[in-house]
């Protein structure tokens, strides 16, 4: 049985460096979903796709911020000019189409930045 | 003030004990309701899955929703140590198409 997968699990890095991503879906979930949880916090929506399309981006979504999903499959999210205020983890979630079960999540990157 | 509330605690039970979690949220189009388990360093593990109001029981866990208060409960019996987690609400107004709008999140601990 293959959940949501992530990689990195953690990752380190310099203020103004740039970072990606990387979330493997449940195979055959058609949503994906990037959240944000800051600790002692709820995830906060980021943005979602439907295939490769992609539905919704929250305001939360900077400029620097970019997510892509080429081929309908896998995600990546790109951190441009990270900032100590993008130390969080983020999470990706996937579901079948729209109306048939909830999301389900993988175990997140954790985003540390010195 | 945010859409969903939910007291992060922490909540100290004796093993055994039934656990009673609960959220509140402000908006009405909210329909269908989730609780969430997250362990330390982990990603939130779905529980159950609620659409409107009424009560859904899994095993040891039930989920109640009241629409007309804007208030949904989990109930945990018999509660564990391994129980000892963060919970999580969350709620969508939409199919589970749309975002999830999460509550702070609940820490309990059950001690043995």
């Known amino acids: 049985d293959t959940g949501v997968s992530q990689d990195p699990r953690h990752k380190i890095t310099k203020r103004g460096q740039n970072v990606t991503f990387r979330c493997d879906p449940i195979?055959?979930?058609?949503?994906l979903y990037w959240y944000r949880q800051t600790l002692g916090q709820g995830p906060e929506f980021l943005t979602y796709f439907q295939n490769e399309a992609q539905l919704e981006k929250s305001r939360l979504l900077s400029d620097r911020f970019s997510a892509e999903r080429p081929k309908g499959s896998f995600s990546t999210l790109e951190i441009q000019r990270t900032e100590q205020g993008d130390s969080a983890m983020y999470l990706c979630?996937?579901?079948?189409?729209?109306?048939?079960?909830?999301?389900?999540f993988g175990d997140g990157t954790r985003l540390s930045i010195l | 003030q945010k859409e969903v509330e939910q007291d992060p605690g922490p909540l100290s039970v004796p093993e055994g004990a039934i656990v009673s979690l609960n959220c509140t949220y402000s908006?009405?189009?909210?329909?269908?309701f989730m609780w969430y388990r997250q362990y330390s360093r982990k990603g939130p593990e779905l529980l159950m899955y609620?659409?409107?109001?009424g009560n859904k029981e899994d095993g040891r866990f039930t989920a109640q929703v009241d629409k007309s208060s804007k208030y949904i409960s989990l109930f945990i019996r018999d509660s564990q140590p391994s129980d000892s987690a963060t919970y999580l609400c969350a709620m969508s107004a939409q199919s589970n198409t749309g975002k999830l709008i999460f509550g702070q999140g609940t820490t309990l601990q059950v001690k043995p």
């Open positions: 195979s055959e979930h058609n949503r």
């Open positions: 908006n009405s189009a909210f329909q269908y």
């Open positions: 979630a996937s579901s079948l189409g729209p109306t048939e079960g909830p999301q389900h």
């Open positions: 609620t659409y409107s109001s």
